[in-house]
């Protein structure tokens, strides 16, 4: 019998292939399938689905070093402006962040509908589907870009701003609601430029964000009211850092998941509860301060 040849497959073996893809993938797990699969999937499978079992986690600290623990991982929403944590979930240590990501943006927007305007992660969450579940629930979105293998963008900067011939970067004007679209302006530099005359720069340029939904965002990246809104997100860090701090979160020895679960839910619930004790308490000694 002669040797199998190396090379592309024939049709029925592409299709007999495709139907064991199909089927593997029918039964996995939500948290197992592409991040894009959870768009389409309803809120309550999505949460019930969610992994509670103690497994291995693997993260980055801030020097860049890798540090593991076995046990849970706790995803909060936190309102950067009054640090209430809007919505939790627990789940195994070894669930990547990003596919939380969209349960947590359904639920909130099951729990508070159109209450929030801009949604805000770090890069570990710059993922397309992340930007459409935000977007469909007409909210802004402020994410640093996270380059993975790609080459050099020709004609843009690193906030992917259009460059002229000389690669100075435009600058960027206003955003254009109706037609999602970002506008930007020529160069200051490019006022007394030379090449100006010959028409190898234009004077305007618009670009729409759904041409790439990561890199053309609004507000647009690079620009001030981006920089400012993502500075917000230090309120997540105060959350989670007190948490651990005065309520021990990091300390969790339950063995199995329910009980740990039940113990992250009363934790934020009593969290909540004293925050919404002191803004009270606060907003009182306030008031009599103003009628004295």
């Known amino acids: 019998m002669p040797p199998k040849k190396l090379g592309r497959k024939s049709k029925e073996e592409h299709a007999a292939w495709l139907a064991e893809q199909v089927e593997i993938e029918a039964k996995q797990k939500t948290y197992e399938k592409k991040l894009e699969a959870q768009l389409t999937i309803p809120l309550n499978t999505l949460w019930q689905d969610i992994p509670i079992k103690p497994n291995w986690g693997i993260k980055k600290n801030s020097d860049g070093k890798k540090t593991f623990w076995y046990g849970f991982k706790g995803h ?3 309102s950067t402006k009054s640090q209430y944590i809007v919505a939790r979930l627990m789940s195994s240590g070894n669930l990547s962040d990003s596919k939380a990501a969209i349960r947590l943006l359904k639920k909130v927007a099951q729990l508070v509908p159109n209450h929030f ?19 469909d629930q007409t909210m802004r979105v402020i994410i640093p870009y996270n380059v993975r293998r790609e080459g050099e963008v020709i004609g843009f900067d690193q906030h992917f701003r259009p460059t002229c011939v000389r690669e100075h970067s435009y600058c960027y004007d206003s955003f254009d609601e109706k037609y999602r679209t970002l506008k930007f302006t020529r160069p200051k530099e490019c006022e007394t430029c030379p090449l100006r005359k010959d028409t190898l720069c234009q004077k305007v340029y618009k670009i729409k964000c759904e041409t790439d939904i990561r890199k053309y965002t609004y507000p647009a990246r690079g620009s001030e009211y981006w920089k400012n809104l993502y500075k917000e997100r230090t309120a997540v860090e105060k959350v989670n850092a007190y948490l651990k701090q005065f309520f021990q979160l990091k300390n969790v020895r339950h063995r199995t998941g329910r009980k740990a679960k039940l113990h992250f839910n009363l934790v934020t619930f009593v969290y909540n509860a004293c925050k919404l004790a002191i803004d009270r308490i606060n907003a009182q000694l306030q008031e009599q301060q103003e009628a004295a």
């Open 76 to 78: 909060l929403v936190v």
């Open 117 to 135: 305007i801009t949604a805000i992660f770090d890069a570990g969450y710059d993922y397309e589907p992340i930007y459409r579940q935000a977007l």
